[in-house]
């Protein structure tokens, strides 16, 4: 079974420029989540979708990030404009089904470390 | 939201040596779940364990639900095992159906030869 994929790996730019990650999570899995992780730091969640629909975007800093997932299998997370404290690495990660509840184990992708210069 | 924590911040072993992990947390769950994180930033699930014991291999991980605490025990440490360690736990989000883990800052870990 493929795991969670994402793109790009690593991505470098200048502040105020726009950057977008892809995510393609486990085939079959419903619920789909977007973390940041900054260096020294757990992940905090971003986003989480249920199928193509949002259920908390309550942690995504609205005024720069978007995200969107319109088929309900991949996803994208678009920051614009960039700032320097953006600089962290971006984790996707799926899981079956959301409101299971607590039988839910969430696998992640590899990442996208991305530098605001 | 619930409080995670985990101790030590950084620990350093001997190749073969054993260690533990321990994650307090401030609130019942019904979720409770340990990460490795390896040098190169790849997340991977060691335990789903909202009580009770479980064991894989040199790994195992113990969760007292009642008293808010998980341990996870490294036995035979191996340079392999370097990295950092995450105890997240599971609770309701602000979404209707949303249903989160929050990390802990993690252990990181370094297993020298």
């Known amino acids: 079974e493929a795991g969670v994929a994402q793109s790009p790996r690593y991505k470098i730019i200048e502040k105020r420029q726009s950057v977008a990650f892809w995510c393609n999570p486990i085939s079959g899995h419903a619920t789909l989540y977007w973390y940041q992780q900054i260096l020294g730091q757990g992940p905090k969640l971003l986003i989480q979708f249920q199928n193509n629909g949002v259920v908390d975007d309550s942690q995504l800093p609205k005024d720069r990030f978007s995200a969107e997932r319109l088929k309900g299998v991949d996803s994208t997370l678009k920051i614009q404009p960039a700032k320097l404290e953006d600089s962290a690495v971006y984790l996707c990660?799926?899981?079956?089904?959301?409101?299971?509840?607590?039988?839910?184990?969430?696998?992640f992708g590899p990442g996208t470390r991305l530098l605001v210069l | 939201g619930i409080q995670v924590e985990q101790s030590p911040p950084d620990l350093i072993l001997q190749e073969g040596a054993n260690s533990t992990l321990r994650c307090n947390f401030s609130?019942?769950?019904?979720?409770l779940q340990w990460f490795h994180q390896n040098p190169w930033g790849q997340l991977i699930n060691l335990f789903y364990?909202?009580?009770g014991t479980k064991q894989n291999g040199r790994l195992s991980a113990t969760t007292v639900a009642t008293e808010r605490y998980s341990l996870l025990y490294i036995s035979s440490s191996q340079t392999t095992d370097s990295g950092v360690y995450f105890c997240a736990v599971g609770g309701l989000g602000s979404g209707a159906g949303s249903y989160q883990l929050t990390f802990g800052k993690g252990t990181k870990l370094s297993v020298i030869p």
């Open positions: 990660a799926s899981s079956l089904d959301t409101l299971r509840l607590a039988r839910e184990t969430q696998y």
């Open positions: 609130d019942s769950v019904n979720n």
């Open positions: 364990i909202p009580s």
